[in-house]
């Protein structure tokens, strides 16, 4: 396992020789120790993408695309080993990590394909009769930091745009789960990438170091994906050198079944919506609605499902719930439980901590969850469904929507045009529209309202690294 500073190409310890430990969330042993860095490593960091960011930038966009085609395909022959390295650090199950991994994967491919597809416009003043020639240049250097629930992806997602927009870039992962990204950089000079054009800083002075670079002028970019908490105040801290931001934060999903909906669809869709990464996701499933005339053979089915889910080590064969990624969100999870159930929840199935070793928390269900329920406030970041039934579309709609979060809705019906009438009146960056995973490469991943700024992935995750430039002439 790598558990060094990686700038400029090198491997090296922090400045002030500090570390931290990274725990195994199934067993609570110490995976790893882990250099931490400093702002003097900050600063070299900043030193080493300054210094490879005029010949990154000036690479031919094929080369810089093909750098990303290696890089994805080499990571494609080892999603066995990333994903084992997940499970280890996050605690996901094997299956996760191995739908992590390919995820992960293919950003180097879609941004290996964008970094050719750069576009401009050519357009007329129509009073002077100047020509507008509009393009785009890489922005910059970017700052990134990631969180733990997807350790590769939410570096992958971040990197593959900025490398095919030309700008070198500085990643802060999570402490949790630094390993991961540590791991990628290897691939990615086996791939290519030039000393400078990525530098992995994983901390655990976070405001610190993140401020710190902030306040270099060389920034331009800060893409951070984590709690809208910490988001507002690198919004802040952003403010005060003009650094655009691209903010990835948290959700509170709404999940509406109809009474029209493929009830086994939808319920198969909420396994994915609430248990992808034991609901450790931004996207995850948070207020689920069901029409009051399905609500019992909608949660029959969908308790059968979970209880058939089985919870033990990641790594284990057969296991698909692993633990939660430390004790404090484990606590967090129950607190929501506990606090449900005394205002007079039901629960339908799990709702007891066990006594073992490790972050578990059991696949839980809860119906009648009142609304003062803190759990419908909060994001839940674990694998407890909680469950109310509504009773016309209009009510459903304004429930969604009365959350200071907007980055995911789901929703099942049978009637395409209820299911386009009601996404579009869902105030979300995202539907999910009789599907439970909006995820992908290719489409344009983010939120409305708290739930951030900007996109990731698609062309648009490209953008965000990127400043437009207009030349005035004439000819
Ligand atoms: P977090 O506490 O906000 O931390 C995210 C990252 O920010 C970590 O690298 C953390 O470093 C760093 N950080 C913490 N305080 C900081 C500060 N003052 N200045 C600069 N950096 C700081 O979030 P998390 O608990 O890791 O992740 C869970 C959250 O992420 C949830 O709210 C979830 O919804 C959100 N999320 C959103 C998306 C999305 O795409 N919208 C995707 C995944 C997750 P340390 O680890 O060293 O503290």
């Not at 300054?50 to 990154?56: C, K, L, S």
Request: negative net charge; proline residues 6%.
């Amino acid at each position: 396992m790598k558990t060094q500073l990686y700038i400029g190409g090198r491997w090296q310890d922090a400045s002030d020789g500090g570390t931290f430990d990274v725990l195994n969330p199934a067993d609570e042993s110490v995976l790893a120790t882990v250099a931490s860095g400093t702002v003097a490593d900050a600063m070299a960091a900043l030193d080493a993408a300054d210094a490879a960011f005029d010949d990154w930038r000036s690479r031919k966009p094929r080369e810089r695309s093909e750098i990303l085609r290696r890089a994805f395909e080499l990571f494609s022959k080892r999603l066995e080993h990333f994903a084992r390295l997940i499970t280890l650090e996050n605690g996901k199950a094997r299956a996760d990590a191995m739908g992590e991994a390919a995820y992960s994967a293919e950003f180097f491919r879609w941004y290996a394909e964008e970094a050719v597809r750069t576009e401009g416009h050519l357009g007329h003043a129509p009073a002077s009769g100047a020509r507008i020639l509009v393009h785009q240049k890489p922005a910059g250097i970017a700052v990134l930091v990631t969180p733990w629930n997807f350790p590769a992806a939410m570096g992958t997602r971040k990197i593959a745009p900025a490398l095919a927009a030309g700008c070198p870039v500085v990643i802060k992962p999570a402490s949790e789960t630094p390993l991961t990204m540590l791991e990628l950089m290897p691939l990615l000079e086996e791939a290519g990438v030039p000393p400078g054009v990525v530098n992995v800083l994983p901390s655990r002075s976070s405001g610190a170091v993140v401020g710190a670079m902030l306040k270099d002028p060389r920034v331009r970019v800060v893409s951070f994906t984590g709690s809208t908490e910490v988001g507002r105040k690198l919004l802040h801290a952003a403010a005060d050198t003009v650094v655009k931001p691209a903010m990835e934060l948290g959700g509170n999903a709404p999940f509406i079944v109809f009474e029209d909906a493929d009830l086994d669809a939808a319920a198969d869709g909420l396994m994915v919506a609430k248990m992808r990464n034991q609901g450790e996701a931004c996207t995850a499933a948070n207020r689920i609605y069901v029409h009051e005339a399905v609500e019992e053979p909608f949660v029959e089915r969908y308790v059968a499902r979970m209880a058939a889910l089985k919870m033990g080590n990641g790594l284990e064969e057969g296991i698909d719930v692993g633990p939660l990624v430390n004790a404090e969100t484990r606590d967090k999870v129950a607190h929501f439980v506990d606090d449900a159930v005394a205002k007079g929840a039901t629960v339908r199935l799990g709702g007891q901590r066990p006594n073992v070793p490790g972050f578990f928390y059991p696949p839980t269900v809860l119906t009648k969850v009142p609304d003062d329920a803190e759990c419908l406030h909060d994001e839940i970041f674990g694998p407890v469904a909680a469950i109310q039934s509504f009773r016309d579309e209009r009510e459903v709609i304004e429930k969604a929507n009365a959350t200071i979060y907007g980055l995911v809705a789901y929703l099942y019906t049978g009637d395409m045009r209820r299911g386009l009438r009601v996404s579009e009146a869902l105030d979300f960056g995202m539907v999910g529209l009789n599907r439970g995973l909006v995820s992908d490469p290719a489409a344009p991943f983010g939120g409305t309202k708290q739930s951030g700024l900007g996109r990731e992935g698609a062309k648009e995750g490209m953008l965000e690294f990127m400043e437009t430039q207009y030349i005035s002439t004439t000819w």
